[in-house]
C-alpha cells in the first residue's frame, strides 16, 4: 500500500525536519518544490533564474512553473511507493491543480498534516537557521548550534543563512503564508484530510504522532 501525504504548516513550522525525518522511517519519497527551486537556482538553470526573483523577496513562485516542477517530480517511478510533499501545494490553484493530476492517474492524497506555530516563534526560528550547503541538514544558532560553528555535523560541510531567513523577507513569507496558504486548511478539512499537531512540542514528539497517525 501507498501513503500519500501533504505537510503544511508556515514557513519555520518545521515541516521540512519532519519530512526528512519521515521519509527515512516510511521509506518514501520527500518532494520539496523549495528545494528543487533552489537546486536550480544553485545550477543557474533558466527556471532558477526566473524563480530566484520572487524567493529573495518572500513572495511565491508563479503556480504554472512550480505546478510543472511537483508533477514532473510525481510521475516518476519512486512515487509509486507513496509521497511526502513538502511546500506543494501553496494556493488553491495549485491543490486543484494537484487533485486534478492524481485523479487523472488513479492516485488520492491520504493524509494531510498541519502543524501549527505562532509568528513569533516562526521569526525566531528562522532567522537563527543555518543550513548545511552540502546536505542540507538545519542547524539554529541558539537551540540547535553544530558542534563547531559554521560546520555540519553531519558532513563537515558549510553553514549558510539562506538568502529568504533574513528578517524582512521571513515577514513577507508569513504573510504569503497566511493569504495564500490558509485556504487550503479549509480546502483539506472538508476533504476530511487534515490531522493539526502543536509546532510548538518537541521535533521528536511530533514526529511520534505523526507516525501514529500513518501506521
Ligand atoms: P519555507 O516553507 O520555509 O518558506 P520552502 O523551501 O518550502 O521554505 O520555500 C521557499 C520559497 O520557494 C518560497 O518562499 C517560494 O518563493 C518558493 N516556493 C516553494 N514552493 C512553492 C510553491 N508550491 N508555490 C510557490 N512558490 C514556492
Ligand atoms: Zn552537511
Given at each position: 500500500?501507498?501513503?500519500?501525504?501533504?505537510?503544511?504548516?508556515?514557513?519555520?513550522?518545521?515541516k521540512?525536519t519532519?519530512?526528512?525525518?519521515?521519509?527515512?522511517?516510511?521509506?518514501?519519497?520527500?518532494?520539496?518544490?523549495?528545494?528543487?527551486?533552489?537546486?536550480?537556482?544553485?545550477?543557474?538553470?533558466?527556471?532558477?533564474?526566473?524563480?530566484?526573483?520572487?524567493?529573495?523577496?518572500?513572495?511565491?513562485?508563479?503556480?504554472?512553473l512550480?505546478?510543472e516542477?511537483?508533477?514532473?517530480?510525481?510521475?516518476?517511478?519512486?512515487?509509486?511507493?507513496?509521497?511526502?510533499?513538502?511546500?506543494?501545494?501553496?494556493?488553491?490553484a495549485?491543490?486543484?491543480?494537484?487533485?486534478?493530476?492524481?485523479?487523472?492517474?488513479?492516485?488520492?492524497?491520504?493524509?494531510?498534516?498541519?502543524?501549527?506555530v505562532?509568528?513569533?516563534?516562526?521569526?525566531?526560528?528562522?532567522?537563527?537557521?543555518?543550513?548545511?550547503?552540502?546536505?542540507?541538514?538545519?542547524?539554529?544558532?541558539?537551540?540547535?548550534?553544530?558542534?563547531?560553528?559554521?560546520?555540519?555535523?553531519?558532513?563537515?560541510?558549510?553553514?549558510?543563512?539562506?538568502?529568504?531567513?533574513?528578517?524582512?523577507?521571513?515577514?513577507?513569507r508569513?504573510?504569503?503564508?497566511?493569504?495564500?496558504?490558509?485556504?487550503?486548511?479549509?480546502?483539506?478539512?472538508?476533504?476530511?484530510?487534515?490531522?493539526?499537531?502543536?509546532?510548538?512540542?518537541?521535533?521528536?514528539?511530533?514526529?511520534?504522532?505523526?507516525?501514529?497517525?500513518?501506521?
Amino acid at each position: 500500500m501507498s501513503t500519500n501525504v501533504i505537510i503544511l504548516g508556515a514557513p519555520g513550522s518545521g515541516k521540512g525536519t519532519q519530512a526528512a525525518k519521515l521519509t527515512h522511517y516510511l521509506g518514501i519519497s520527500a518532494i520539496s518544490t523549495g528545494e528543487i527551486l533552489r537546486a536550480n537556482i544553485s545550477d543557474g538553470t533558466e527556471l532558477g533564474k526566473r524563480a530566484k526573483e520572487y524567493m529573495d523577496k518572500g513572495e511565491l513562485v508563479p503556480d504554472e512553473l512550480v505546478t510543472e516542477i511537483a508533477v514532473e517530480r510525481l510521475g516518476r517511478s519512486d512515487c509509486t511507493k507513496g509521497f511526502l510533499l513538502d511546500g506543494f501545494p501553496r494556493t488553491l490553484a495549485q491543490a486543484e491543480a494537484l487533485d486534478a493530476y492524481l485523479s487523472g492517474n488513479g492516485k488520492k492524497i491520504d493524509k494531510v498534516l498541519l502543524i501549527n506555530v505562532t509568528e513569533d516563534m516562526v521569526v525566531r526560528r528562522l532567522s537563527g537557521r543555518r543550513v548545511c550547503r552540502s546536505c542540507g541538514a538545519s542547524y539554529h544558532v541558539a537551540t540547535m548550534p553544530p558542534a563547531k560553528e559554521g560546520v555540519c555535523d553531519l558532513c563537515s560541510g558549510e553553514l549558510i543563512q539562506r538568502s529568504d531567513d533574513n528578517e524582512e523577507t521571513v515577514r513577507n513569507r508569513i504573510r504569503v503564508y497566511e493569504q495564500q496558504t490558509l485556504p487550503l486548511i479549509e480546502y483539506y478539512r472538508g476533504k476530511g484530510l487534515l490531522a493539526s499537531m502543536d509546532g510548538e512540542a518537541g521535533l521528536e514528539e511530533i514526529f511520534a504522532e505523526i507516525v501514529e497517525l500513518l501506521t
